[in-house]
């Protein structure tokens, strides 16, 4: 698997954010106190999005749609489109395996979170990928939570990372979020702006993402042009076609 296909599996991902166009259908609020802080979480069942992902890495800039699908606590599903109803990757999330489909170079991998976390360096598993992807709270093990101003400040450390969550007191939503791991250095730092509601639910409509990874900076951006929740099954298509190498 190419660094290019890996760093857009982890932008495509990790990272997501949506415009004002939102059309919400089945969204509920849950304003609870997960370990030391009160959050307001996004619950559905099925959200489908579409927008537009742009990366900064090296100098280089790559940019294309993409349109997600998630189910609930189940499954995360992602196509590439780069343009003209082109398809240029596929991606496929359960709760223990990765998929991955490269239609540009008829290539294909089936593999596990922790494979990918060392790949990418970085911690990766369902739950984890779900909860920034919604910009939702995540409570874990031991936390120490302090006020700074409008923020509720919360740390966890998680083995050898550190994690740094930033919720308002107004919106009881995430605004940021930092990685780092203390063993190497690298960090991710996630910013959510501009919420709008999907049903009662603020929901960051804006993200940008940044990952410092052994001295290098990568930038992300998403920006989803339609997004909608609900209870109407959705499909999560990924057959491999003839031919295609396995990885």
């Known amino acids: 698997m190419n660094k290019q296909l ?20 089945a969204a509920s609020t849950v ?15 099925y959200l489908n999005a579409r927008g537009q992902l742009k990366l900064e890495d090296k100098g280089e800039t790559t940019s294309s749609g993409y349109a997600l699908r998630m189910k609930k606590d189940s499954i995360i599903w992602v196509s590439v489109l ?11 999330m359960t709760r223990d395996s990765v998929y991955v489909m490269n239609r540009i170079h008829k290539e294909y991998t089936a593999t596990s979170y922790d494979f990918l976390s060392k790949r990418l360096n970085v911690y990766m598993d369902f739950n984890v990928v779900q909860a920034i992807l919604l910009g939702n709270y995540q409570a874990n093990g031991t936390e120490k939570a302090t006020t700074e101003g409008q923020l509720q400040h919360v740390q966890q450390l998680r083995e050898n990372l550190l994690f740094d969550y930033f919720i308002s007191h ?14 190497t250095g690298n960090t991710i730092t996630v910013t959510y702006d501009s919420f709008q ?51």
Request: net charge neutral; with cysteine.
């Open 6 to 25: 890996l760093l857009c599996l982890l932008g495509m991902l990790l990272f997501s954010a949506c415009k004002k166009e939102t059309i919400p259908t």
């Open 31 to 45: 304003t609870e106190t997960v370990g030391n802080v009160t959050v307001q979480n996004l619950d559905f069942t």
């Open 82 to 92: 780069p343009g003209l109803g082109i398809e240029a990757a596929r991606f496929k």
């Open 170 to 183: 107004q919106n009881l939503k995430l605004q940021q979020l930092n990685v780092k791991d203390q063993a």
């Open 197 to 247: 509601p999907i049903g009662e639910v603020p929901f960051a409509h804006a993200l940008v993402a940044q990952v410092l990874q052994a001295g290098q900076v990568s930038d992300f951006s998403l920006t989803h042009s339609k997004v909608t929740v609900s209870d109407e099954v959705l499909e999560f298509p990924f057959s491999i076609p003839s031919g295609y190498k396995r990885l």
